[in-house]
């Protein structure tokens, strides 16, 4: 059974920094392209940041492109997500989720598993 596992969000003010973590299990991790997601308040979920399976391609959103840093470690089956220069715009639910697409994607339905969100908010 595939397990994904996010952790790291919080309350912050704006202007800082935080670090996601995900941790993923059941199913070999090196084989899989990773993604962060999030959804605000009254939205849809959109798209954040998705690695490869070697860690060797990253995705960006615009929104979050020169702010967020997307990198793996297949030694501890890990992914994280540094976010610098948070703003209120990004608050939001966090998720995690693996991709067979190994060179890594932006399209929803290519993600398979998905965590269960970590809660990221951002103060002014």
């Known amino acids: 059974q595939v397990r994904v596992v996010e952790s790291g969000g919080g309350l912050v003010q704006a202007g800082g920094s935080l670090r996601l973590s995900c941790a993923a299990s059941?199913?070999?991790?090196?084989?899989?392209?990773m993604g962060w997601w999030r959804q605000a308040p009254g939205k849809e979920r959109e798209f954040v940041a998705g690695i490869s399976w070697k860690g060797g391609t990253t995705l960006y959103a615009d929104s979050v492109k020169g702010r967020f840093i997307i990198s793996r470690d297949g030694a501890e089956n890990t992914v994280s997500l540094q976010m610098n220069k948070l703003n209120h715009e990004d608050t939001a639910v966090y998720y995690c989720a693996t991709s067979p697409v190994l060179a890594g994607t932006d399209v929803r339905r290519e993600y398979d598993y998905w965590g269960q969100g970590t809660r990221v908010t951002v103060s002014s």
């Open positions: 059941g199913h070999r991790f090196s084989s899989y392209a």
